[in-house]
C-alpha cells in the first residue's frame, strides 16, 4: 500500500475519507497536499450534490483537457456499493429500481421521505466503513492507460481498507440483525 506511489512516479494519487483525511498520498510538499485535498473536496461536493438530487452513488469523475493536457481520475468508494438498493431509491447507476418521486395523498413527495430515511439509515450505521475518495492525476494524456491502471490498485487498497474497517467493527462476523 505504502509503496503504490512509488510504482507510479509521474502521477499523483491521493486517497482520503470522507473528512479528507489522507490514507495515501504522493504530495511531495504542502502545496501539493493542499491542491490534491481541494481536488477531493470538489468532489466530494459533487458525490453529495448527486445524491440530494437523487442521481444515485456516483463511481467516479474523469477529466480530461485537450491537446495533451493533464487528466484527472477520481473515484468513489461507496461501502455499500456492492449491495442492492432497496425499492425506490436510486441505485449505484444512477437507475431507479422502481417507484417514482410522484407525491401521496397529502402531497409530500414520496423522494424526499426516501432520502430522508437514507439519511437517517446512514446516520444509524456508525460503524460502516467510511466513504473513500481517490484521485489520479497524470500531467498529460500520453499517461492516461497508466493513470487507468493506478486508479484501478488505488480503488483496490481502499476496498481493502473498507474490508479491513468492516472486520475490524464486526470481528465475529456478525452483522448486528
Known sequence: MANLPAQHPSLALHLVDRSL???????????????LVG????????HE????????LPQRIMVEHASNGPILLQSFLNPGSAQPAPEGQSSVNGQRTRGTTAQDSTGHDQFS???????ATEAEDVNAPP??????IAPTSDAVLE????????????????TK???????DGLDGK
Open 21 to 35: 483525511t489522507p490514507l495515501i498520498t504522493s504530495a511531495q510538499n504542502q502545496q501539493q497536499a493542499q491542491t
Open 39 to 46: 481536488l477531493s473536496q470538489t468532489a466530494l461536493g459533487a
Open 49 to 56: 450534490t448527486a445524491q440530494r438530487l437523487g442521481l444515485g
Open 113 to 119: 421521505t426516501l432520502l430522508a430515511e437514507s439519511e
Open 131 to 136: 466513504l473513500l475518495i481517490s484521485t489520479v
Open 147 to 162: 493513470s487507468r491502471r493506478a486508479a484501478a490498485r488505488l480503488e483496490r487498497v481502499g476496498r481493502e481498507v473498507q
Open 165 to 171: 474497517w468492516a472486520e475490524l467493527q464486526n470481528p
